[in-house]
């Protein structure tokens, strides 16, 4: 359930984003606003594509299909 999702992401030390079906950043909890170096704000402005290095884009679209 998300709020189960959302316990876990403030416990973690881990980090968790929650992503839209289209891989829009919707949540992150503190630990990867911390490793990305970017506010909550921010993250929701992109999508998961922007911080992923680049030589693993080719699987990204694979990825979020077989999570849907």
């Keep these: 359930s998300f709020l189960l999702?959302?316990?876990?992401?403030?416990?973690t030390h881990d980090i968790?984003?929650?992503?839209?079906?289209?891989?829009?950043?919707?949540?992150?909890?503190?630990?990867?606003?911390s490793a990305?170096?970017?506010s909550l704000a921010e993250l929701r402005q992109l999508t998961i594509a922007d911080l992923r290095a680049p030589e693993t884009l080719p699987a990204l679209d694979t990825q979020l299909r077989d999570a849907r």
């Design 5 to 11: 999702s959302q316990l876990v992401s403030e416990v």
């Design 16 to 33: 968790h984003l929650l992503l839209s079906q289209e891989g829009r950043i919707l949540d992150a909890n503190a630990v990867a606003q």
């Design 36 to 38: 990305y170096g970017y």
